[in-house]
């Protein structure tokens, strides 16, 4: 049982450029998130999805795109990557949209991108 | 949602207790409170959630008062492994979106 498995760990990128990140879920989770972390600080949820087919914006949205075509996948996409996107990046899922029973979130071991 | 305040960090020799208290004074009356681990370069853990009075897994012992004002997460004995920053977060249904993970406590545990 894998749980949440982010692909790839770690990335370089030249100011400018795209990439996607990958988060795959075998929980049947509906409840997709993605977060950022900065050093010193706690997580900041980017975009989130509340099923397949759905996305939402989190609280620092800007500069990211999210897809979830496939239940088990949510994918985070940086059109033109900035120095100010360096950070760590956290994927995690839940079983629900609760902030408490059987709303656990599950997260994976983290995406670090840096952006030169 | 409500706010959570936690002290940024705290300081603990190896066996002994250690207890970490989450201040969240306008919890509302839906809301679990629920405690995450994280480590260097991991992804946040689920420790223990509760709702009232007092919860007990097999790593951790969850405090809450009847106000509901505030929570003690309680570790028993702590080991060096036990190094992590502690996330305390309320919520009920329908905010899993809406959580705000604050910096945390960061315990450091010593010989």
């Known amino acids: 049982n894998a749980g949440v498995t982010q692909t790839p760990k770690f990335r370089v990128l030249k100011t400018g450029q795209s990439m996607t990140l990958l988060c795959a879920q075998d929980m049947n989770h509906e409840y997709m998130y993605w977060y950022r972390q900065d050093p010193g600080m706690g997580l900041r949820l980017i975009h989130y999805?509340?099923?397949?087919?759905?996305?939402a914006k989190g609280e620092v949205p800007d500069g990211y795109n999210v897809s979830r075509l496939k239940k088990q996948n949510f994918l985070l996409g940086l059109e033109s990557a900035a120095p100010s996107q360096t950070s760590v990046y956290f994927c995690?899922?839940?079983?629900?949209?609760?902030?408490?029973?059987?709303?656990?979130?599950?997260f994976g071991e983290g995406s670090r991108l840096t952006v030169l | 949602l409500a706010k959570t305040t936690q002290p940024i960090s705290m300081d603990s020799y190896e066996g002994q207790e250690v207890n970490i208290t989450c201040s969240h004074n306008?919890?509302?009356?839906?809301?679990?409170i629920t405690w995450y681990q994280q480590f260097p370069s991991q992804g946040p853990r689920f420790i223990i959630q509760?709702?009232?009075t007092k919860v007990t897994n097999e790593v951790a012992s969850l405090f809450i008062p009847a106000d509901r004002k505030s929570s003690t997460l309680s570790l028993p004995r702590v080991s060096l492994s036990d190094t992590a920053v502690y996330y305390c977060l309320v919520g009920g249904t329908g905010t899993a979106s809406k959580l705000t993970f604050g910096t945390g406590t960061r315990l450091q545990v010593t010989l």
């Open positions: 306008n919890i509302a009356t839906n809301d679990y």
């Open positions: 509760g709702y009232k």
């Open positions: 999805s509340v099923g397949e087919g759905t996305t």
């Open positions: 995690a899922s839940s079983y629900s949209s609760s902030g408490g029973k059987t709303g656990e979130l599950f």
